[in-house]
């Protein structure tokens, strides 16, 4: 019987199961009253959201770009001391630039790392620049993301597929970072 969990002389053999179950109890035991949507604050709020869905596609897409940019970059380094190492010049000449440039590719990670607190990867990178990009590009259309967030908030929580809980959420941003 090991990962299985028992509620009402049932056995659930996947606990994240056991879990809605327990939320689905406690949610019938404790109402909540959810207040009614102001129509115009939907409205505003639907409005909102195709503005913001908008923004995070172009945001998205301009990161990317400076990705592929980057790619080429590196591409572009890698060749040419390729060509200088083995046609050009000789290893002797070749090795301390080549240690000396990796060096500074360290150094730029680190100072990535102190800049942004993110973990200087591929993803972290890529979401740095998303999110300096979002920000600038609601800055220029005049993108109010306080008063997002205020309607966002008091909207009413969307239908989630099995369970509208707060409790399961936390579990899944738990697997999320996982």
Known sequence: MKNKC????KFYPNPLKFVMQVAKTIQALFPVQVPKPNEAETKELEEMEKQKATIDSRAHTMARRELWGGLGF??????ASMRLTFWELNWDVMEPICF???SMYFMAGYTFF????KEPSFEG???SRFSTKQKRLMKLHNFDIARYNQLKDASPPAPSSELNSTIVHPLNQFHRNI
């Open 6 to 9: 028992r509620l009402n002389y």
């Open 100 to 102: 000396y440039g990796t």
């Open 74 to 79: 590196v591409l572009v380094q890698i060749l």
């Open 125 to 127: 990178f890529y979401q």
């Open 114 to 117: 102190l800049r942004t607190s």
